[in-house]
């Protein structure tokens, strides 16, 4: 789609000019807070000159499906879930040159004691204290003891199992399908019948909102989403997998035929992500993959209560990113993740897939492709380098990328495996990517104008500027690390 397909709306250089020397006088207030509605009323006056004075504006567009938007090769491989960049690292040992520390410590075995529970610090460094373990470690309190989330493989039915004196398992995660658990919540026999699709969508939409979800939108049933083979691992109660269940390629299947798959959106907080990379921000990352377990489990037990089937995941059985794009939630960034225009890519996806018929939602843009391709400040700020400054393009041979990358899709490639190796190097997760980002924002009215200038394209390139001037976007700040339990809230 050509870019200029998002004009729409006009403003005019009279408030272009009153906007640039508002952006002037703002630089010398430091971060004063304003109420929001400023800059957007700023930018919307009424009182706009005439038509030839006009410059453009970006709206969002809606678009029929993910083709409309981004070009997918028809005859795309499904991708294992093997080759994700945690199994990989975790099951397959990863390319271990890539992850040796400068004091040639084996990364592999650092990785894989990242989410310990031992909640003293081994590196005792500013967002890596003991509070700060503690910090995350709470965060995954209730995850830990029932389901998979970020320190397992996030598979159905993998996770925390009790082996049964028959050889069969009893799985304990959250994540478990109906049926396998005796004492689980049943599907109803009885169908509740939902007199349109769109009262279907109103009804599940405001479940998710009460049930804890701060995005939803559904998308169509597509296999071409669903990994081609997911990674089983069931754990003991000590978190040591039960080598004669393990499966890194079980074949995704379902026992009923899906028709829409409700996408989820968590917000990962706002303050904890400006420390990133610490412990700190792992905490917040860890409460959105809480949040992805709890709630889709309870939209699950819903619709099963409604008589319909449902298969949740949190990062397993299928891609999450084109399905949030397709189900109308953002787009795609430079970065790999999903980009929103409430949160930026400050967020975790989960899904519910099921054989409810429930209207759809369309996807949208409002101008990340185009701004990623000046912008590249994830890329800059990356501690290992992974994020891909080339063009966009579906042609891997021409980029540095690893097998973690699905391929056939226009995106940015990245290197997954130089991602993790920083982790390893960091001992904890890193997350500066998304918070450097110009997207990711809180509705403060600084952060609206940011955002704003986003969407206009001659205007974009101040953007990055603009974000740096009020202090955001950068990341890795020890004072901000060490200060953050002395801030109040
Ligand atoms: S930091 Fe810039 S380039 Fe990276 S995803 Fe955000 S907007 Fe795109
Ligand atoms: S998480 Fe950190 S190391 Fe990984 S891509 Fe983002 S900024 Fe780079």
Known sequence: MDSNSHLKNKISRRDAIKFGSFTAAMATLSAAIAPRHTVAQTLTDPDMDS??????????????????IMRIDPNMERFDQFNTAFNKCMLDGFNMIRLKADDNTDLRHTFASLGSETTESEVKKPGHTDIDLAFDAGAGGVESFTGSGMSRQCSNESGPSIPMPDG??????????????PN?????????????????????????????????GIA?????????????VPMDLDGNPIESHVNPFRKVQFDFKPKSVIVLAFEMDYEAYKVQPS??????????????????????HMIRRLGY???????????????AIQAGLGESSRMGLLVTEEYGPRVRLAKVYTDLEIALDEPKTFGVKEFCEICQKCADSCPSKAISKSDKTTDPDNLPMNDCNGLGVDKWYNDHQKCLS?????????????????YNKIDMWHHDAAKVITK?????????????VFGYGKAGSEKLMKSYWKRRI
């Open 51 to 68: 038509e030839e004075n006009e410059i453009p504006k970006v709206s969002v567009i809606k678009h029929k499906t993910i083709d409309d």
């Open 309 to 323: 089937n449902t298969v949740h995941a949190g990062n397993a059985v299928g891609i999450s990113v084109p399905l």
């Open 168 to 181: 069969s398992l009893l799985p304990l995660s959250l994540y478990k399908q109906h049926g396998s658990n």
């Open 456 to 468: 206009i394209p001659g205007l974009r390139r101040m953007a990055r500027s603009f974000d740096e």
């Open 184 to 216: 689980e919540f049943k599907k109803s026999p009885h169908e509740y019948k939902f007199e349109t699709p769109e009262d279907a969508s109103y009804a599940i939409k405001k479940a998710a909102k009460l049930y804890g979800a701060d995005l939803v």
């Open 422 to 438: 920083f982790w390893g190097v960091n001992k904890g997760e890193c997350g500066v990517c998304i918070s450097v980002c110009p």
């Open 279 to 300: 412990a700190i921000g792992a905490a917040a990352t860890t409460m959105g993959y809480s949040q992805m377990m709890e709630t889709s489990v309870r939209m699950a």
């Open 220 to 232: 169509p049933f597509e296999e071409r989403w669903l990994y081609k083979t997911e990674v089983h």
